[in-house]
C-alpha cells in the first residue's frame, strides 16, 4: 500500500474520531466530510488534484439518468473529479490502514500525516475502502 503515495500532509483533527452520527446517515457524512475537508490547506488540495490528474468539486454531483460520471460502474480511470466525500474516505481509509490495522500508536506529538495519493487509480482504490468501512460503521480510527 505504501507505494501508492508519495510525501504526506497534515491530518485534520476532526478525522481522528469523526462524529457516530456521521456514519449512521450518508447526508451527515457529505456534511462531515465538507467541514473536514475545508480544514486542509487549499494549496494541499491543488497538490492532490495534480497528483491524480483530476478536478476538486466542492460538491459530488449526483448521479443522473442522463450522466453517469459519478456512477460506480464508471471505471476509475475514467472519472474527471472528486469531491471533499471523497478526499474524506481516502483519508479514513489511510487513517484505519496505518493506525488501526496495524496497532500503530498515535505520535506523541498528536500530529499525523497522511501521504499524498501517486495516482488516480491508487486514489481511488482508498476511497473505495474508506467507502467500504464508513458503510460498515467501522469509524473508529485510533484505538482508546
Known amino acids: 500500500m505504501e507505494d ?8 485534520p483533527s476532526l478525522f481522528v474520531n469523526p462524529p457516530a452520527d456521521a456514519v449512521l446517515y450518508t447526508e451527515m457524512y457529505i456534511d462531515f466530510a465538507r467541514k473536514a475537508v475545508s480544514a486542509i490547506d487549499p494549496g494541499i488540495i491543488q497538490r492532490i488534484a495534480a497528483n491524480i490528474q483530476l478536478s476538486f468539486v466542492p460538491e459530488k454531483e449526483k ?12 471505471r476509475p480511470e475514467f472519472k474527471l473529479s472528486f ?17 488501526n490495522a496495524r496497532h500503530k500508536p498515535i505520535p506523541e ?9 501517486k495516482d488516480a487509480v491508487g486514489f481511488w482504490k482508498l476511497v473505495k475502502l474508506g467507502e467500504k468501512l464508513r458503510h460498515d ?3 473508529k480510527i485510533l484505538p482508546e
Not at 501508492?4 to 491530518?11: A, D, E, R
Not at 506529538?109 to 495519493?117: E, H
Open 4 to 11: 501508492l503515495y508519495q510525501q504526506g500532509f497534515p491530518v
Open 83 to 99: 469531491a471533499p466525500v471523497d478526499l474524506s474516505d481516502y483519508i479514513l481509509a489511510v487513517l484505519h490502514h496505518s493506525y
Open 109 to 117: 506529538t498528536g500530529r499525523m500525516s497522511i501521504p499524498y495519493p
Open 137 to 139: 460503521q467501522d469509524l
Open 63 to 74: 448521479e443522473s439518468e442522463v450522466c453517469f460520471i459519478n456512477s460506480e460502474e464508471v
